[in-house]
């Protein structure tokens, strides 16, 4: 099973800044298939990236993500207000078909 | 526009069963897998279970195998979960959303918790 370990646990930052999310998988994800998602309280979840660096459908371009093999990175490039929120990487690469890291908190 | 609308979730007792089903409209239902993914109060996410356009492939978490049944009707759009010998672990807001692998449009959630 791919394990997908996320970093930092929680990340304090100020609108305006610059954000960098880490998810690192136990190994090698075929084709870079992997996505984030954010996720506000008390919402499902929004797919923001997938193939590790394609923005989803009205994904603003200040989200980006990078990465191949077993490193991955989520950027938002200045945080607006609305980006405070919970933000979960996901492989959909390797069996089982999917797994998710356990989340970073941004705030 | 895409709507998944959740329901059946609820209080149940160990060893209990639920069944939840997703109301799907603004797409071709019959076109698209769908899977179901579930989140513990105050966790992660965890996906349990999809299946295929035509209901003849299904796959299931380790968790779940042998005791959730997916399942779906084209004819009415819906996409059924079967929960059966439910322990307190499946207390859990359980998500429908659109596809196999990579999850573009997610419901609202319904809880189904276990609790004696």
């Known amino acids: 099973e791919i394990v997908l370990t996320q970093s930092p646990g929680t990340l304090s930052l100020s609108p305006g800044e610059r954000a960098t999310l880490s998810c690192r998988a136990s190994q090698s994800i075929s084709n870079s298939y992997l996505a984030w998602y954010q996720q506000k309280l008390g919402q499902a979840p929004r797919l923001l990236i997938y193939g590790a660096s394609t923005r989803a459908t009205g994904i603003p371009d200040r989200f980006s993500g990078s990465g191949s093999g077993t490193d991955f990175t989520l950027t938002i490039s200045r945080l607006e207000p609305e980006d405070f929120a919970v933000y979960y990487c996901q492989q959909y690469g390797g069996s089982p078909p999917v797994t998710f890291g356990q989340g970073t908190r941004l705030e | 526009q895409v709507q998944l609308v959740e329901s059946g979730g609820g209080l149940v007792k160990p060893g209990g069963s639920l069944r939840l089903s997703c109301a799907a409209s603004g797409f071709t239902f019959s076109d698209h897998y769908m899977s179901w993914i579930r989140q513990a109060p105050g966790k992660g996410l965890e996906w349990v279970s999809h299946?295929?356009?035509?209901?003849?492939?299904?796959y299931y978490a380790d968790s779940v195998k042998g005791r959730f049944t997916i399942s779906r009707d084209n004819a009415k759009n819906s996409l059924y979960l079967q929960m059966n010998s439910l322990t307190a672990e499946d207390t859990a807001v359980y998500y429908c959303a659109r596809g196999k692998l990579r999850f573009e449009y997610w419901g609202q959630g319904t809880l189904g918790t276990v609790s004696s």
């Open positions: 299946i295929s356009q035509t209901g003849s492939a299904v």
